[in-house]
């Protein structure tokens, strides 16, 4: 596959064109390929082949902050590779231009655009994407050039500050090799290290609370504010130790600063050169499932993963069985990942990280592994499309309300209320269907005549019968009928009850799968340029996040 790359174009949230840049051939113009893509269903795959173009062509899209993101090719070339390069000039774009990333932007600042894209990718071949490169090679004049000159941004070459030769000595040697990921001549008054882990759960329970399917998906977002080039080790371990962190973590991905022979021979050990600023160190999975079945998180109760919050769902509540409740019960102590991480405090020193960056010794911190914080707890219930409303909504904490355009329910109790203490949280609704009405039921005309027992004959003689015997006929007919329709009505109703619910939180000083930044190391005979006695400042921080991905059937 030595296919190139052919054009790329940006379209805002109106499908306007915003900016065309070519790259090799006559590509299609961005006028004729928007309707041939908006021409496919919803949802559109990341790939459409347009077979009846001349010539067949292959286009690639990214949705992004409202932005849609259309680059074709004509001949056969890697997706992975295009898809791959598309995400990377987003990130680009943010780094130049700021987030989040807006058509009023991109137009404002073409001249920077059409430099990162012309770098990012030679006559249609992927090229410089890695961001620290990119500002070598991009100039960014006027207030970009000042905005980006805090982020130290380097000078032109042989740009002095004085009218006379420049006399400051260079970081770095001449002969040191250039290292793509990372700028040259970096400068950093003040030195810090800092680790940010964040897992992403998705987790499905059966009715009975047992989990069918867990996974954490995690990534480590590393910080280097570092002088000159240091050399970084950062050792990560399990909650059963290192020695089976190879076993844990499934998929992973590096980035391309992480020395993968050190790896190899000892894993959980991460040695590289760091970018300047913000990075993705690593992201990988772990499949959850293997903590249940070996009991490693054992609780008492259904599920043994330790979750922070456990929900329960009851249906078909009431005579009519047109009730259902949400019970959340929330777990102050969570699973191994919280109740064994303990992070030497993060001091200039080169020991481990600290978990609260800068926090003392005394009373834990809320956010840190010693004290986990749960927030921003969220329950979303979608109901049936025969459900018309809810006439009653009904919740112990919090606020709960119902959207019918949406059709779900959305519970959201606030910070302050989980800050009091409270473990236990109710909501009790009651649905409507399209025809709920006992008098629609009884009376579907709607003009008093009903097809009940008691209802109007035409055939029965006028007066045939005195008001009394009437009366007490009638409500013999309304006792003996009521507990059949009860049980119809119930029977309705059983379809309008969910039949699942989604939970969505935040914790902060928590890991699902256990994994620790045990501690963060800089080798001061491998670095340089770094200056004499400088101990840079470390500090890591975890996070869980759960956006909608611990569900609950019914």
């Known amino acids: 596959m030595n296919g190139v790359l052919e054009a790329l174009h940006i379209y805002d949230e109106h499908h306007a064109l915003v900016l065309s840049h070519t790259y090799a051939s006559r590509p299609l113009s961005p006028q004729h390929l928007l309707p041939l893509y908006l021409d496919h269903p919803v949802p559109r795959p990341n790939l459409l082949y347009l077979p009846n173009t001349n010539p067949a062509t292959l286009v690639f899209s990214l949705n992004h902050a409202n932005l849609l993101f259309l680059l074709t090719a004509s001949s056969e070339v890697e ?44 006559a249609g071949t992927v090229s410089t994407t890695e961001p620290n490169a990119l500002r070598d090679l991009v100039e960014v004049e006027g207030f970009m050039d000042k905005l980006l000159g805090n982020l130290n941004l380097p000078t032109k070459a042989g740009f002095t500050t004085g009218f006379g030769p ?7 040697p001449q002969n040191t090799p250039a290292l793509p990921w990372r700028r040259a001549n970096v400068r950093h008054t003040s030195n810090e290290l800092y680790a940010d882990v964040v897992e992403t759960l998705t987790v499905t329970l059966a009715p009975s609370g047992r989990p069918l399917a867990a996974f954490a998906s995690g990534t480590i977002a590393f910080t280097s504010k570092v002088s000159g080039v240091p050399d970084l080790v950062v050792t990560l371990t399990g909650p059963s130790g290192k020695h089976n962190l190879r076993g844990l973590l499934d998929l992973p991905v590096f980035h391309p600063c992480v020395r993968l022979a050190r790896w190899r021979e000892q894993p959980g050990v991460l040695s590289f050169i760091p970018p300047d600023g ?69 001091g200039g020193g080169g020991g481990g990280g600290g978990g609260a960056r800068g926090f003392g010794v005394g009373v834990p911190q809320a956010g840190t592994p010693a004290s986990p914080a749960l927030q921003d707890l969220t329950v979303s219930v979608p109901l049936p499309a025969d459900v018309r409303n809810l006439s009653e909504i009904r919740p112990t904490r919090g606020d709960a309300n119902y959207n019918p355009g949406d059709r779900a329910l959305e519970w959201s109790i606030s910070n302050k209320e989980l800050a009091q203490g409270t473990s236990s949280f109710a909501l009790r609704c009651t649905v409507v269907g399209q025809v709920a009405d006992e008098d629609e039921e009884s009376d579907p005309t709607g003009f008093g005549f009903g097809t009940g027992a008691s209802a109007y004959s035409y055939d029965e003689p006028y007066q045939s019968q005195s008001p009394v015997a009437k009366a007490a006929k009638g409500a013999a007919d309304t006792g003996g009928g009521s507990g059949e329709r009860d049980e119809r009505r119930a029977a309705q109703n059983k379809i309008l009850m969910p039949s699942s619910a989604s939970v969505s939180f935040a914790v902060k000083g928590w890991l699902a799968s256990g994994i620790k930044v045990e501690s963060i190391q800089l080798d001061p005979r491998k670095s340089r340029g770094l200056g004499e006695n400088v101990k840079p400042y470390k500090g890591v921080k975890y996070l869980t996040v759960s956006k909608s991905g611990v569900e609950i059937r019914c």
């Open 166 to 172: 420049s006399t400051s000595p260079s970081i770095l």
């Open 79 to 122: 997706p992975l590779l295009v898809l791959e390069f598309l995400h990377r000039v987003v990130d680009s774009l943010e780094e130049f231009l700021g987030a989040p990333l807006l058509a009023h932007k991109l137009e404002a600042n073409y001249d920077v655009v059409a430099q990162l894209l012309t770098e990012m990718c030679d």
């Open 278 to 346: 913000r990075f993705t160190l690593v992201g990988y999975e772990v499949d959850l499932m293997p903590f249940a079945a070996t009991g490693m998180d054992a609780v008492v109760g259904p599920n043994p993963l330790r979750l922070p919050v456990t929900v329960e769902i009851k249906t078909g509540l009431g005579p009519t069985g047109s009730d259902f409740e949400v019970r959340l019960q929330v777990n102050r102590v969570f699973g191994s990942a919280g109740s064994t991480q303990s992070l030497r405090g993060g």
